[in-house]
């Protein structure tokens, strides 16, 4: 099995900065492309960032500038630097890891249980 432990949310203020992590461990091979994706009230779970095996990143139009996504494969953990934050990015932050868990096996997501991030104006 493989778990995902999302750590760092929080309440912050507009305009500040704030930093997620995200470790995976367990039954790990190799892990493809990492993300977090985001679910306010009321809303569908929508994509934030992922970024690939070999470091690309990608974004989300509403964060792209404002957000950093970055990983460090040695320790399975990925990262969200979120800066120039907005009440509109107040949600429920998850996690999101596809990996191999052998040789033989096929591809996967796994998930984090979310960790919540509030910013106030």
């Known amino acids: 099995q493989v778990q995902l432990v999302e750590s760092g949310g929080g309440l912050v203020q507009a305009g500040g900065s704030h930093r997620l992590s995200c470790a995976a461990s367990?039954?790990?091979?190799?892990?493809?492309?990492m993300g977090w994706y985001r679910q306010a009230p009321g809303k569908e779970r929508e994509l934030v960032a992922y970024?690939?095996?070999?470091?690309?990143?990608n974004y989300a139009d509403s964060v792209k500038g404002r957000f950093t996504i970055s990983r460090d494969n040695a320790k399975n953990t990925v990262y969200l630097q979120m800066n120039t934050l907005k009440p509109e990015d107040t949600a429920v932050y998850y996690c999101?890891?596809?990996?191999?868990?052998?040789?033989?096996?096929?591809?996967?997501?796994?998930w984090g249980q979310g960790t919540q991030v509030t910013v106030s104006s």
């Open positions: 367990g039954s790990i091979f190799s892990i493809n492309h």
């Open positions: 970024i690939t095996s070999d470091g690309d990143p």
């Open positions: 999101n890891a596809n990996v191999r868990t052998g040789y033989y096996s096929s591809r996967r997501d796994y």
